[in-house]
C-alpha cells in the first residue's frame, strides 16, 4: 500500500504565479516532512521541512503547509521562477531515521 | 553541498553479472541509505546502514546486498543483475536529523 501519494505528476505554472505542490499520506507516526527538488541527471537536493507539531514552515519564497487532520501536505512557491523547474518529491521521516517518498511531481515554469 | 560520491556514475552490464556500486562520504555521518528510482515510484530505499557493519533492509532488498567496512564506504551489491534492476541509484547520508543528502546518482542499465 502506498502510503504516501503525490496525486499530480505534472504541474505548468506561468513565471511570477503561485506554484502549489500537494502531497497525502496515510500513516499517522511520521514525524517530520519534508520536499526535495531534482534536475535531470542529479541527486535530490533538499528544500524544506517541516515538524509534525508545527502546520507552517517559511523559507524565502517556500512555504510548507501541514494539515495534519486531513493527512495533507503542500508546498507554495512564489513567485515561481524558470529555475524552480525540476521534479519535487515529498518526503516522510518515520521509524529508524527513513524517508518514505512521494512518486514526484514535474513543475514547468514558462517564462 | 555534502561531500558524496558515488561510483561509477554509469554502467553498462549483463544478465547474470555481479554489480557492485560504491558510495563514499567525507561528512562523517553515521546514517548511509541506497535508494532506486524508477519512474511513477519516486525513490525507494533498498538498504540502509545505521553505522560501521550495522546495515538492515528496506523496501525493495530483494537482489541486493551491502557492506560497510569503514564509516565513509557504502557498498551496494547486485549478487547476479536482473533487467529489472535497471534504474538510477541513489546513496543518501544523515547525521541523524531529519534531512538525508543525496550523492549524483549512478545510471546502471543491465542488458
Known amino acids: 500500500d502506498q502510503q504516501v501519494k503525490q496525486n499530480s505528476p505534472s504541474l505548468s505554472v506561468q513565471e511570477g504565479r503561485i506554484s502549489i505542490l500537494n502531497c497525502d499520506y496515510t500513516?499517522?507516526?511520521?514525524?517530520?516532512f519534508l520536499w526535495y527538488k531534482k534536475y535531470p541527471a542529479e541527486g535530490p537536493t533538499f528544500l524544506i521541512s517541516?515538524?509534525?507539531?508545527?502546520d507552517k514552515n517559511e523559507d524565502g519564497r517556500f512555504t510548507v503547509f501541514l494539515n495534519k487532520s486531513a493527512k495533507h501536505l503542500s508546498l507554495h512557491i512564489v513567485p515561481s521562477q524558470p529555475g524552480d523547474s525540476a521534479v519535487y518529491f515529498c518526503?516522510?521521516?518515520?521509524?529508524?531515521?527513513?524517508?518514505?517518498f512521494g512518486g514526484g511531481t514535474r513543475l514547468m515554469v514558462k517564462p | 553541498d555534502a561531500g558524496i560520491t558515488q561510483s561509477p556514475r554509469h554502467k553498462v552490464t549483463e544478465t547474470g553479472t555481479p554489480v557492485t556500486l560504491r558510495c563514499h562520504q567525507t561528512?562523517?555521518?553515521?546514517?548511509m541509505y541506497w535508494y532506486r528510482q524508477d519512474p511513477g515510484h519516486g525513490l525507494r530505499l533498498i538498504h540502509y546502514?545505521?553505522?560501521?557493519?550495522?546495515?538492515d533492509k528496506g523496501e525493495v532488498s530483494d537482489g541486493y546486498s551491502v557492506s560497510r567496512s569503514k564509516t565513509e564506504d557504502f557498498l551496494l551489491t547486485l549478487e547476479s543483475a536482473t533487467s529489472s534492476q535497471t534504474s538510477v541509484y541513489f546513496c543518501?547520508?544523515?547525521?541523524?536529523?531529519?534531512?538525508?543528502?543525496f550523492g549524483p546518482g549512478t545510471r546502471l542499465l543491465v542488458l
Open positions: 543518501a547520508i544523515s547525521d541523524g536529523t531529519e534531512t538525508q543528502y
Open positions: 500513516n499517522s507516526m511520521f514525524d517530520y
Open positions: 517541516i515538524s509534525s507539531i508545527k
Open positions: 518526503a516522510f521521516r518515520g521509524a529508524g531515521n527513513m524517508l518514505t
Open positions: 561528512e562523517n555521518h553515521r546514517y
Open positions: 546502514s545505521y553505522g560501521v557493519k550495522d546495515t
